[in-house]
């Protein structure tokens, strides 16, 4: 019997169960913190590119614009990002983390990183970055995120 014959043997399928895991995981320990996976996965886009639209961070979060916006109005209305025009095109709002968004992203992202390192655990530092490079290879041969496609929720 060859890997792929089974459904445990399938790429896909394991990839899928580590990310399900993973996403278990991260929204136990960022509900600690008063935040869901979405949230933090908007604080994180916005911490490296502030002043984004609503419509950039759904992208780059995987989710549709209506789905992002209300994680934003929640994040708002918590006081942790804020959102203004942008100045040459006024319908267009931006969003900006707070200093105690930014404060508790820094929270969440120690937790994250702890999962992220008991989820690697066995492994070295070679065949993580082989597995970083897999994926990301993975995921450029799919064409993700060029297409414009979302769709689930953000991990």
Known sequence: MEPGDTLGGR?????KRAQHALRLEMDDALRGLGLT???YAALS??????????????????VTPQTMNGVLVKLEGAGLLSRRAHPEHGRVLQAYPTRE?????????????GIEERMLSGMERGERLRLLEALKSCADSLGAGERGRTGGEAS
Request: aromatic fraction near 6%.
């Open 45 to 62: 886009v916005l911490a490296e590119g502030t002043g984004l639209s609503g419509a950039e961070v759904a992208r780059r979060c995987f």
């Open 37 to 39: 996976t979405p949230q």
């Open 11 to 15: 790429i896909g399928y394991q990839m």
């Open 101 to 113: 968004g930014r404060d508790l992203l820094l929270r969440a992202h120690q937790a994250v990183v």
